[in-house]
Nanobody
């Protein structure tokens, strides 16, 4: 069984920074992918950033402001969020792709950016 434990998030003013963490435990497939998604009220969940090995990709809305990174020894993924905007307000979810048809989600953490 795989568990994803998220930390970080909270309330920050526009232009501020936050860092999210997600630690995965259990049986982790070597060639996994980890990602951050977010869901704002009344909107669909959207991909924010993904990391596969050392390759990363980002949503256009966060490019240049957010950075995803991973500590493979700890199976932990991070999302450094800088220059935050009110439109970044959402619940952020960690995601682990652990092989074909095997996917896990973290519980979500609220990020609120005030103007």
């Amino acid at each position: 069984q795989v568990q994803l434990v998220q930390s970080g998030g909270g309330l920050v003013q526009s232009g501020g920074s936050l860092r999210l963490s997600c630690a995965a435990s259990g049986t982790i497939f070597r060639f996994n992918a980890m990602a951050w998604y977010r869901q704002a009220p009344g909107k669909q969940r959207e991909l924010v950033a993904r990391i596969i090995s050392s390759r990363t990709n980002y949503a256009d809305s966060v490019k240049g402001r957010f950075t995803i990174s991973k500590d493979n020894t700890q199976n932990t993924v991070y999302l450094q969020m800088n220059s935050l905007k009110p439109e970044d307000t959402a619940v952020y979810y960690c995601n682990l792709w652990n092989g074909p048809g095997v996917e896990y989600w973290g519980p979500g953490t609220q990020v609120t950016v005030s103007s």
